[in-house]
Every structure is written in structure tokens, then in C-alpha cells.
């Protein structure tokens, strides 16, 4: 029984100091935001700038983290910047950042609201503003920087702090490892990322152990039919009506092929055919988007749209030096996939530091992409991607009642509680970092 007791106490002390330490965590980056990170949210928020652009960003977040002890390399991948700190042996451990805005004109009503003009890809005037909430992502990471920073006597091994380019338009991730980034700078044992949500209260974590985002792949059909007089279809082959027979057989692969449990999204976002009215013309041009969680369900996918639009054609009796070309883009996104056992480690993890009603389960009811797998999956690397809330409850209480709805993302009306969203993702990035890299 005194043995029982004895471990009991042990035990009971040792939650103490776990409880005590989390508090010292929480108001020692309460009080950074208040000191620092809060005007750095505010600059930021006010300067956006487009993907692969990034230039002013980029150096401001550079010097940000250089200033507190880091080797910084910048205009890797483009814009984009590696910050290394070395703290003896251990793990490499890699969080990441994502820096761009989106070509969006603000009408957000805050107050730091955006008036940043800029020049976009095609030399059009566009307003820009952080409407994906990547302004809480750098600060988060600056944030995590100056506290693991001021700790190094708490954690041992290399830590790899990356800010990304271009996130929004695609190419970011898939520059830096083209920038030959694990050749350059150590390649992680672990990886780490969050994206900041407005469907969800301000300041809770989720954590996926599955797929938090979808793969996305680029697909164009090309379907090609025989051109005539509309007052004469007999003459001809018309394209669009065989296109459009190729779209609604599409959406049989989904409903019909995929098993139930599986998910998978085909939706064809153009439908381009045709000059006049009384023309049928000899072509036609669809572009899809195509989503799936893992390997396996995009190659049936893939396969099964090209043997639709084929199928679909030869029943129009077209003929085969005729049918429709499939043409998969080379430029997809892997699916951002944790790992389950590095994702139920750092839920609880966050338990024990942050309390059980810090989390939030995952609502995941879309299939929104992400290009934070071109770092982890060739060569793989275990990673956890996870997100914070940025919306407070009572905006979300007032959308029950009848008032506002919570403005989405990448929408001119997008708007989140920085104070809550920054101090949380800086929290519990530190709380992962010092779990997986504790001496």
C-alpha cells in the first residue's frame, strides 16, 4: 500500500511539473505576442504579396529569425528561405511555413485591411491580401523560433524552420526540392506544418491521423468530332454533344466505381467548344480537376476517366484515329498524408500539455490540396500537418442565430482572431518540437 502511495505521489508531481511547465510555455508566448508578434502579424498582414513574389516577405522573415541565432539561406526555390540551429545531437526536425497572398481585393472591414496592389503573373493590377491566413503561418513561425531559440538548454538536435513560396498558385513546394533541398541542408527525421482555419474556433488544434488534404491532379480532354452546318448534324460529328455525354458518364466513376468507404472528387471546371451559333465545330475542350486521398484511388481514377471519354466516343462511332486525347498533367499534388503513429504521438502530446479541450476533432468535408507533400513523400518522411482555429465562437454563435456567415477562405470577406490563431500554433509547434527533440 505505501509503495502504491509513494508511486501515486510520484506520479501526481510529475503532472505538476508537466502542468507547470505548459504554463510557463503559454505565458511566455502570451507575452512575446503582446511585445512582438502581434505588430509582426499586423506588418504582414498589410504587405502581402503574390505567389512568387514574395521578395519583401521574404527578407523580413529572414531577418526575423536570423535575428535570434539562426543560419538563414534565402532565394531558395525562388523566394524562398531554409533557417537551420544546430543544438548538439538529435533529431532534424523541420516546420514549415508558407508565406503568399492571394490576388484578392480585402473587404474584410479590419481596420490593418490590405491596399496592396501589385502586378499579377499576366501584368493585370489586382488588389492582394492574405485571404488563406498565411500572415498567422509566418508569424507562428517567427513566434516558434524566438521561443525554441531562447530553450536550447531544453532540446537537442537540428532544428529546419522553412518558409515557402507559392503555396496558392502550386509550384513553392516542388521549387525548393527542385532547388536540390535535401542535398543543400540536412533532410529531416520528422516534419511539421499548420494551416491556420476559419471554419474553426479560434485557438483549437486538430489533428488528422489520415489524409488532412487531398492529392490533385490536371486533366484536359480533348474531344474531337466532325464539323459541319448546324441545320445538318447528320453531316458531322458533334463534339459537344459528345462532351457533354463524356461529362455526365464522368460522374458515374465516383458513384459507381470507387468503393463506398473510398473518396474521390471529378468535377469539370470548363467546357470550351464552338464559334457561332450554326456551326457545329470539330472540337472540344474539357479541363477537370481530379482529388483522391491516396495512390491507389487516383490511378483509378485516372484510368477510368480515360476509358470513359474513350468509350464514350467510339459509341458516338467515332473513329479511332479520332477519339478523344487524355492528357494528365505532369504538375500534380501528392496527397498531404500523416503519419498515423507520428499524429496520435503529437495529439497526445498536446493533451498532456494543453489540456484535452485544446483539440478539436477533424471536420474535413472537402478536398481542398496542399503542396506540403512534395517534402515528405519521395523520399518519405514521417510529418504531421495540422491546423488551429481562427474564427471566436461568438461569430459562429451569431451565424446559428440568423447573423453573418463565417467568411471562407481565398473570399474578399476572410477574416481571423490573429491574438488566438498565432499564440496556439506557436504553442503547440514548441510542445511537438520540445517532445520530439527532448534531451
Known amino acids: 500500500m505505501k509503495k502504491l502511495t509513494k508511486r501515486l505521489l510520484i506520479t501526481s508531481l510529475a503532472f505538476l511539473c508537466v502542468q507547470a511547465q505548459a504554463s510557463d510555455i503559454k505565458a511566455e508566448i502570451a507575452k512575446d505576442y503582446q511585445q512582438h508578434l502581434a505588430p509582426l502579424w499586423d506588418h504582414f ?7 512568387l513574389m514574395e521578395f519583401k516577405t521574404a527578407k523580413r522573415l529572414a531577418k526575423e529569425i536570423r535575428a535570434v541565432g539562426f543560419d538563414v539561406t534565402e532565394n531558395v526555390g525562388g523566394t524562398g528561405i531554409v533557417a537551420i540551429m544546430k543544438n548538439g545531437s538529435g533529431p532534424t526536425v523541420m ?16 481596420k490593418n485591411a490590405s491596399k496592396v496592389v501589385m502586378k499579377d503573373w499576366d501584368g493585370e493590377e489586382v488588389g492582394v491580401m492574405h485571404a488563406c491566413g498565411h500572415d498567422v503561418h509566418i508569424t507562428s513561425l517567427v513566434g ?40 543543400r541542408f540536412p533532410k529531416p527525421d520528422y516534419a511539421f506544418a499548420f494551416h491556420v482555419s476559419s471554419g474553426d ?10 489524409s488532412p488534404y487531398a492529392g490533385a491532379d490536371t486533366v484536359d480532354i480533348i474531344v474531337h468530332g466532325v464539323g459541319s452546318h448546324g441545320a445538318y448534324p447528320h453531316q458531322g460529328k458533334d463534339p459537344i454533344m459528345i462532351g457533354s ?35 457545329i465545330s470539330d472540337k472540344a475542350h474539357l479541363q477537370l480537376t481530379v482529388r483522391s486521398l491516396n495512390s491507389r484511388v487516383r490511378d483509378q481514377l485516372l484510368t477510368a476517366i480515360e476509358r470513359v471519354a474513350i468509350g464514350t466516343a467510339k459509341t458516338a462511332g467515332m473513329p479511332d484515329d479520332k477519339l478523344p486525347e487524355v492528357i494528365v498533367s505532369e504538375f500534380a499534388f501528392p496527397p498531404t498524408q500523416n503519419d498515423k503513429a507520428l499524429a496520435q504521438r503529437v495529439k497526445q502530446t498536446l493533451v498532456n500539455k494543453m489540456g484535452a ?15 506540403f507533400g512534395f517534402f515528405t513523400t519521395a523520399p518519405y518522411i514521417p510529418s504531421v500537418y495540422f491546423s488551429v482555429g481562427g474564427t471566436p465562437k461568438a461569430d459562429f454563435d451569431r451565424a446559428k442565430a440568423g447573423g453573418p456567415q463565417v467568411a471562407s477562405h481565398h473570399s474578399p470577406l476572410f477574416k481571423i482572431s490573429p491574438e488566438p490563431a498565432v499564440k496556439s500554433g506557436v504553442e503547440a509547434t514548441v510542445h511537438i518540437l520540445l517532445d520530439i527533440m527532448k534531451k
Open 45 to 51: 498582414h498589410r504587405n502581402p504579396e503574390l505567389s
Open 95 to 110: 516546420m514549415r511555413a508558407d508565406m503568399d497572398g492571394l490576388p484578392v481585393t480585402e473587404q474584410s472591414g479590419l
Open 144 to 183: 516558434t523560433a524566438r521561443y525554441m531559440a531562447s530553450i536550447k538548454d531544453q532540446w537537442s538536435g537540428t532544428l529546419m524552420l522553412i518558409g515557402q513560396p507559392a503555396e496558392e498558385r502550386g509550384p513553392g513546394a516542388s521549387a525548393m526540392m527542385d532547388d536540390n533541398l535535401w542535398q
Open 201 to 210: 474556433v479560434a485557438g483549437k488544434v486538430t489533428v488528422d491521423e489520415g
Open 245 to 279: 455525354q463524356i461529362v455526365t458518364n464522368l460522374q458515374t466513376i465516383v458513384s459507381r466505381e470507387l468503393a463506398p468507404r473510398d473518396a474521390g472528387v471529378i468535377t469539370v471546371g470548363a467546357f470550351h467548344s464552338g464559334t457561332k451559333h450554326n456551326i
Open 357 to 371: 479541450d485544446a483539440l478539436t476533432p477533424p471536420n474535413n468535408s472537402g478536398m481542398g490540396a496542399e503542396d
